[in-house]
């Protein structure tokens, strides 16, 4: 009896697993998604402070409306090795640190206005998750999956330049922003791919709460070297608010979210899913600044999608 009520419990248990994992992208769909509202209509309004500055409050407001997670959860950093608090820290310094103030310079040297090069080359980011993903977390993905990435890739491209090439037409800060683009691409493809290690042996949620604290600790050391720290009196009230919104929604809540995903599914298909972010900051573009998409473009969002979708189900498939 009790050896048929353990077999058929495990049996529930994986059928909640199995369930649980078909629906693990929509997370780093509507994670990504927020990512996109915070690149287009958040973060603007932060413009006149130092870029260190900006993430080194944004991380430390998240970590701290954390703690209470933490403190339920103390012991069980017992769980991690030594392997596990690298990839935490590798997390921090290229997702948390180096990924985020190279996104939010580049949007800062455009003003926010030509996103098409920075969000073109921030789609790299599944080049470098994939090969990364291949090298360290020895992910074999099925000849079709490397089809439909393509896709997505190509579809995304469409939606932002149509059959027209990349315009390079503000000098020298296009040229630095396209660069950090790649930078940020490169950092968040090593953070997806770091991330998914460093969840090996921990939930969602302490994992969550890990990543901005040590963030947090980084950027320190990085604001107070650069010697923004002195800047933190010239936040403004409506700033102040805007990193709450920040800390409230695309911050912790939307790693939140991506953190259960991915812990669900492949680094792989986690970072073509976060193609969603590059989607929602063009269609913002389209309903907040009247930047209107043409008809081959659309065709990009359709292929984009398709893209998403089928390398979704090949996860569930697996």
């Known amino acids: 009896m009790l050896t048929s009520y353990a077999k058929q419990k495990g049996r529930a248990l994986s059928e909640q697993k199995s369930s ?12 990504s998604s927020l990512w996109g509202v915070d690149g287009i209509v958040l973060r603007p309004a932060l413009f006149t402070l130092p870029v260190p500055l900006v993430v080194f409050i944004e991380s430390s407001i998240v970590a701290i409306l954390l703690t209470p997670f933490f403190i339920k959860r103390y012991s069980e950093l ?18 948390g640190a180096i990924g ?10 455009v003003n926010y206005v030509n996103l098409s090069v920075v ?14 993903a291949a090298v360290f977390l020895k992910e074999r993905l099925p000849k079709t999956f ?15 330049f149509g059959l027209s090439l990349p315009q390079w037409t503000q000098g020298d800060k296009t040229t630095a922003a396209a660069l950090l683009s790649l ?5 968040f493809g090593s953070s997806t791919v770091l991330s998914k290690r460093a969840l090996k042996h921990v939930e969602f949620k302490l994992g969550t709460y890990l990543r901005f604290l040590i963030s947090s600790g980084v950027m320190l050391i990085i604001v107070l070297s650069a010697g923004d720290i002195s800047q933190i009196s010239d936040v403004s ?41 590059p989607l929602t900051a063009v269609l913002l573009e389209y309903l907040l600044r009247g930047n209107m998409l043409g008809p081959v473009q659309w065709l990009g969002v359709f292929i984009l999608f398709a893209g998403i979708i089928k390398v979704s189900r090949l996860q569930n498939a697996a």
């Open 20 to 31: 649980l994992s078909r629906f693990a992208p929509l997370f780093i769909i509507l994670a």
């Open 78 to 95: 017992k769980k991690l090795t030594y392997l596990d608090w690298l990839a935490f820290l590798g997390v921090a310094l290229s997702g």
């Open 100 to 109: 985020v103030m190279a996104i939010t310079k580049a949007l800062f040297y």
């Open 119 to 132: 969000v073109l080359i921030q789609k790299l980011q599944p080049v470098f998750a994939i090969f990364l």
């Open 146 to 160: 490397f089809i439909w990435a393509g896709m997505a890739l190509a579809g995304a491209y469409l939606m932002t």
């Open 183 to 187: 930078l940020a691409a490169f950092s």
């Open 237 to 277: 009230n409506k700033q102040m608010l805007i990193f709450l919104l920040i800390a409230f929604s695309t911050g912790g809540p939307a790693i939140f979210l991506y953190y259960y995903g991915l812990r669900r599914i492949t680094a792989s298909v986690a970072t073509i899913c976060e193609l969603a972010f």
